[in-house]
T-cell receptor, first 108, second 114 residues
């Protein structure tokens, strides 16, 4: 049973395209996290949100608590955005559930 | 602030060998954890600690041992390495207070067991 489901699993886009990655979850959460992992690199946190929408540069994250769904949008995509994007949810204690990741490749 | 550091970055072991993966953080975080990342699977929790002297098992603890003698350090020991332990290992830390806290990850250790 996967508490966190992401789609798509793989995504290829042309530079400049608008990108959307989706995340659905099945448990009650304290917060939803979007993480970024570059090839061969560590994992960094992009967003942590429990309601509404957050924006950082060209990245936008939204969450709909009622529908248990979140989206990560990238506007004007660039090859340096190529990475694996991981959705994770944190519960009331210290427990986290992670999605399997979306591998994004942006072609120049 | 170095954040979360891990050593080594890469390691190759033979079946049956033991080794320790090191993890340290300088953010005074109470909560520290070890995850493994395998292809096609989400990060899975191996062991975690909520403070010095306190550790507990996660989802996949078999074959691993941990200790937390200080707030800063949280080493992961492989007792007798097996090929099934080939994986990328991440250490992470955060403040203890519940789910609305960001986790900070180390750079990872890529382990191959032959």
């Amino acid at each position: 049973k996967n508490e966190v489901e992401q789609s798509p699993q793989n995504l290829t886009a042309q530079e400049g395209e608008f990108i959307t990655i989706n995340c659905s979850y099945s448990v009650g959460i304290s917060a939803l996290h979007w993480l970024q992992q570059h090839p061969g690199g560590g994992i960094v946190s992009l967003f942590m949100l429990s309601s509404g929408k957050k924006k950082h540069g060209r990245l936008i994250a939204t969450i709909n608590i009622q529908e248990k769904h979140s989206s990560l949008h990238i506007t004007a995509s660039h090859p340096r955005d190529s990475a694996v994007y991981i959705c994770a949810v944190s519960l009331g204690g210290n427990q986290f559930y992670f999605g399997t990741g979306t591998s994004l490749t942006v072609i120049p | 602030n170095a954040g979360v550091t891990q050593t080594p970055k890469f390691q190759v072991l033979k079946t049956g060998q033991s080794m320790t993966l090191q993890c340290a953080q300088d953010m005074n975080h109470e909560y520290m954890s070890w995850y493994r990342q395998d292809p096609g699977m989400g990060l899975r929790l191996i062991h975690y600690s909520v403070g010095a002297g306190i550790t507990d098992q996660g989802e996949v603890p078999n074959g691993y041992n941990v200790s937390r003698s200080t707030t800063e350090d949280f080493p992961l020991r492989l007792l007798s390495a097996a090929p099934s332990q080939t994986s990328v290992y991440f250490c992470a830390s955060k403040l203890l207070a519940g789910g609305y806290n960001e986790q900070f990850f180390g750079p990872g250790t890529r382990l191959t067991v032959l």
